[in-house]
């Protein structure tokens, strides 16, 4: 039995598929490389991984610093909404227990023309539901700044599926069409009619 191999040149990440054909006349076993087949399913399992190596896989090279441009924007408002929320919950919460160790909402009046003697009498009431307002305003914005950067990360990997999907997608550079005189079937009555046929050609 002779054993005869097709050689051909591999690329760098291209994936074969190796087919053992046996040829009972000859008792021969060929192997052979089918075509080269590109996977949507890897190209999902990337960018899961690794945001932004799935459209590296694609040869989407472009898509990548726009991906991450998103992930820094979301990251930056991540952390900007999280440390305001935490420093107004801080406050928000000694003001009400008014334990007199513990203020950290003096910061607040930093930049307001109350003094600590206004919010603890007659501004009470306004300064409290202020300390209330802001800090449900920069949780609102953490929360959807985190909703934000998950639907990137899924909207990456669906990205990198479809371009899988399109990657060997053979379009014809011929796309063009027609209008020309034609001669119509003959009807029973009128015998052959003439006419126009719009061809389009791709």
């Not at 539901?129 to 800090?135: E, F, G, I, M, S």
């Amino acid at each position: 039995m002779s054993l005869l191999w097709s050689m051909f040149p591999v690329l760098a990440g291209a994936q074969y598929q190796d087919t053992l054909a046996v040829t009972p006349s000859q008792n021969e076993v060929v192997l052979v490389f089918d075509d080269y087949k590109h996977s949507p399913h890897k190209a999902s399992i990337y960018s899961a991984v690794f945001p932004g190596m799935g459209q590296i896989y694609n040869k989407k090279y472009w898509k990548v610093p726009i991906l991450y441009g998103g992930i820094g924007g979301f990251a930056y408002a991540i952390h900007f909404n999280s440390k305001y929320y935490n420093r107004y919950r801080s406050a928000y919460r000694d003001f009400l227990i008014r334990d007199p160790g513990n203020t950290s909402y003096e910061w607040v009046l930093r930049r307001s023309p109350l003094t600590l003697d206004d919010v603890h009498g007659p501004y009470a009431d306004w300064f409290q539901r202020a300390l209330d307002n802001k800090r449900r305003y920069y949780k609102r914005y953490r929360d959807l700044s985190y909703i934000g950067m998950a639907a990137l990360y899924v909207l990456n990997i669906i990205d990198a599926t479809i371009d899988a999907h399109f990657y060997d997608f053979d379009i014809s550079d011929d796309l063009s069409f027609r209008l020309e005189p034609v001669v119509l079937q003959p009807f029973p009555d009128t015998g052959n009619a003439f006419g126009f046929q719009l061809r389009l050609q791709f």
